[in-house]
């Protein structure tokens, strides 16, 4: 089994983003994705920058799991590359699999949108750097 992280290939990651998530948004700035032998399994995507935060979504193939170098490399992206301090989440409150996911990373839920979404309610979530658990993991290669 062979990942690779690909940071160069917005066709292919907005493409997957069409195939395999209940949103789309045409804005996006930057698309991260995750190849799995050779078919993109995740991407990250970034938007609505302001110079201090962001806007970060993120679409999982089902039955796929996010391995720790791309956690990282995903939210090394914006916090130390870039230098934000803050990520703004969106996510619908019947994505249990990405609210996991948010959580386990750091986010916490700031705000919720009552009947924002046509399954529900919106989770406003945010974090901070120092919130952001991947940044701590230890990455070998």
Partial sequence: MAYKIIDRDYERCNQFIIEHAAWYCSDMVVL????????????SGYNCF?????QQHMVIKKGE????????FVYY??????GLTLLIGIIPEDNADIIKLAKHAGFK???????GHPEGDLLLCTMKKDQC?????????
Avoid: H, T
């Fill in 65 to 72: 799991y996010m391995p720790r170098n791309f956690a990282w």
């Fill in 32 to 43: 991260i994705g995750l190849e799995k032998d050779g078919e993109i399994i995740a991407v």
């Fill in 50 to 54: 302001n110079g201090k935060s962001c």
């Fill in 77 to 82: 992206y914006p916090f130390v590359q870039l």
């Fill in 109 to 115: 839920e700031q705000y919720r949108i009552d009947g």
């Fill in 133 to 141: 658990k991947p940044l701590n993991f230890k990455i070998r290669g």
